[in-house]
């Protein structure tokens, strides 16, 4: 199994939905994060949590909530889907340490 | 200016060469640095990380670090055409990784 899984890895939804990304993962970590990932734009932060009672958001959070429901989940929710919400969102946990993230497969998003 | 800046390439090798991916970065408290590989459509897949000044071996891959120059590589020997991928920079000037928007690397045979 996946060190980081997510859910769903394809999705294609109308503007207006909601809809939610969830991700789960086996490292034992503390600290997980959402990324999307534009063409030409690299990975940007949507929200990071540190712990289940820390939330924070990234240089990109408007139009997005979490959810830490546990220490191994982390869920993401657009609640009114729009077109330019559409790209491949990646969830990834971290250690704290020099190691980097581990991330998932990610979700590949599309808004119509 | 962006905090850690690639350019976006491609950079095209003949494979046995050597490839050169460079990065810069704009905070000097960064203590860290990541080299991710990313194909098309995947994840992106750590293939290094370096936080001392100076070179980092690891098989056909050197990390490079220079914070004075706030500037650090990836070189990579005897390029395969399987190393054909987007590179991604990335460091870590507090709690959260920052990325460089990648560079496409293409090998040919």
């Known amino acids: 199994d996946a060190d980081v899984t997510q859910t769903p890895r394809n999705r294609i939804t109308k503007t207006g939905k909601r809809i939610m990304l969830e991700c789960s993962q086996t490292?034992?970590?503390?600290?997980m994060y959402w990324y999307r990932q534009d063409p030409g734009l690299g990975l940007r932060l949507i929200y990071y949590s540190f712990d289940v009672k820390d939330i924070n958001k990234g240089e990109i959070s408007d139009g997005y909530s979490v959810s830490r429901q546990a220490q191994a989940k982390f869920s993401l929710s657009l609640e009114s889907a729009i077109p330019n919400q559409t790209a491949l969102y990646f969830c990834?946990?971290?250690?704290?340490?020099?190691?980097?993230?581990?991330f998932g497969s990610g979700t590949r998003l599309t808004v119509v | 200016q962006k905090e850690v800046e690639q350019n976006s390439g491609p950079l095209s090798v003949p494979e046995g060469a050597i490839a050169s991916l460079n990065c810069t970065y704009s905070?000097?408290?960064?203590?860290?640095f990541f080299w991710y590989r990313q194909y098309s459509g995947k994840s992106p897949e750590l293939i290094m990380f370096i936080y001392s000044n100076g070179d980092k071996e690891d098989g056909r891959f050197t990390a490079q670090l220079n914070k004075a120059s706030q500037y650090v590589s990836l070189l990579i020997r005897d390029s395969q055409p399987s190393d054909s991928a987007t590179y991604l920079c990335a460091a870590k000037p507090t709690d959260k990784l920052i990325f460089g928007t990648g560079t496409r690397l293409q090998v040919f045979p």
């Open positions: 490292k034992g970590h503390d600290r």
């Open positions: 905070d000097r408290g960064s203590q860290s």
């Open positions: 990834a946990t971290g250690d704290g340490n020099h190691y980097g993230y581990t």
